[in-house]
């Protein structure tokens, strides 16, 4: 018998355990080749109504495009202004926005990616006021790519980084 999904909490974060390619379209060898699954946030599937939820919750069986494991999917990734995550690629743009529900301003998703930011932002700005910045870019940027486990919201603070480096 297939577990579609495992929950497991640690220090009170809820994660779900997704399949990249979902396992309604896939052979049960697949569905259980851990190379097709993440843990991702829980997506608040308990939510009353489907513009409350994200990720798999949202998502459901619909097949993506996208695929965090691999490298074009993450150099297609762009954070806007406001916090908001798209991607130069329509087909993983369609995959963040609708789909998975990634700009979900009712659990103010981009919100809160701007604000991890802007905390970031005060720290380093702090400690590098005034001069070119490129290095210090590039020392911050390997050390959060190297982090484990990452902070949330991490990728809008990846994404700063690399395009000042």
Not at 18 to 45: F, W
Not at 97 to 114: A, F, G, H
Not at 124 to 152: N, W
Request: hydrophobic content about 30%; overall charge neutral; aromatic content about 4%.
């Amino acid at each position: 018998m297939l577990i579609a999904c495992v929950e497991f909490q640690e220090k009170g974060k809820k994660a779900t355990i997704e399949h990249i390619d979902p396992q309604s379209a896939t052979s049960e060898e697949k569905a259980l080749d851990y190379r097709n699954m993440l843990a991702v946030c829980n997506g608040n599937r308990d939510a009353h109504n489907d513009k409350e939820k994200s990720c798999d919750a949202h998502r459901k069986n619909a097949p993506l495009s996208v695929n965090p494991l691999k490298s074009d999917t993450l150099s297609s990734l762009k954070y806007l202004s406001n916090g908001e995550i798209t991607a130069s690629d329509d087909a993983i743009k369609k995959d963040l926005c609708d789909t998975l529900n990634l700009n979900c301003s009712e659990r103010r998703i981009p919100e809160n990616r701007k604000a991890a930011l802007t905390a970031y932002l005060r720290v380093f700005v702090a400690k590098h006021p005034t001069g070119d910045i490129k290095e210090s870019c590039r020392r911050e940027l390997e050390k959060y790519q190297q982090e484990s486990p990452k902070m949330p919201y991490v990728g809008i603070i990846l994404d700063w980084l690399t395009r000042h480096t």
